[in-house]
């Protein structure tokens, strides 16, 4: 499978825990996005990577969220002290620098 | 205001009816269109992508832009049952931009 990736699928966990969250883009694209989606929602902006660079973060990014891409490959995108706000679906995406963003299938984060 | 609007539906339709999902939106400066297939607990799937006003069609699939009155359909012709999914609209206003903006998704169900 050469599709976006993204690991775990789902993750449990208690208020006040750390989590990470990984992405593996499709080989060769540059560009590499973070969404968040609730219930009911359509996904909302988080953060971007133009290679191993951080160009964009939503103001939806507290300072408990931090996004990396080292190396310019996969991404990790951690969140400090979680609270039940930030259950939700977390989306990863990718292109070559296009419009055509092909989405992973996310890790859908339950904090309890 | 959001900047895009879209029906969240239910949308129930019998097998074989033609399908009309519609978005609004407020920002002139869209100028890529973009609907995408969200299957329950999974990613966003990439269906059409069309730039500025007109029609593009790609089997039972038919995107429209209206991008006087800031409007955009997509057509499902002859539906199935595994049609079933939420359908989200997405719009940016420059190629390659930093994100997309999505409208809430309208979920629709095909009856066999």
């Known amino acids: 499978d050469t599709g976006v990736s993204q690991d775990p699928r789902h993750k449990i966990t208690k208020r006040g825990q750390n989590v990470t969250f990984r992405c593996d883009p499709i080989?060769?694209?540059?560009?590499l996005y973070w969404y968040r989606q609730t219930l009911g929602q359509g996904p909302e902006f988080l953060t971007y990577?133009?290679?191993?660079?951080?160009?964009?973060k939503s103001r939806l990014l507290s300072d408990r969220f931090s996004a990396e891409r080292p190396k310019g490959s996969f991404s990790t995108l951690e969140i400090q002290r979680t609270e039940q706000g930030d259950s939700a679906m977390y989306l990863c995406?990718?292109?070559?620098?296009?419009?055509?963003?092909?989405f992973g299938p996310g890790t859908r984060l339950t904090v309890t | 205001q959001k900047e895009v609007e879209q029906d969240p539906g239910p949308l129930s339709v019998p097998e074989g009816a033609i399908v009309s999902l519609n978005c609004t939106y407020s920002?002139?400066?869209?100028?890529?269109f973009m609907w995408y297939r969200q299957y329950s607990r999974k990613g966003p799937e990439l269906l059409m992508y069309?730039?500025?006003?007109g029609n593009k069609e790609d089997g039972r699939f038919t995107a429209q832009v209206d991008k006087s009155s800031k409007y955009i359909s997509l057509f499902i012709r002859d539906s199935q049952p595994s049609d079933s999914a939420t359908y989200l609209c997405?719009?940016?206003?420059?190629?390659?931009?930093?994100?997309?903006?999505f409208g809430t998704g309208t979920r629709l169900t095909v009856i066999p």
């Open positions: 995406a990718s292109t070559v620098g296009g419009d055509e963003q092909y």
């Open positions: 080989s060769e694209h540059n560009r």
């Open positions: 990577f133009q290679n191993e660079a951080q160009l964009e």
């Open positions: 920002n002139s400066a869209f100028q890529y």
């Open positions: 069309t730039y500025s006003s």
């Open positions: 997405a719009m940016s206003a420059e190629s390659g931009a930093n994100n997309l903006f």
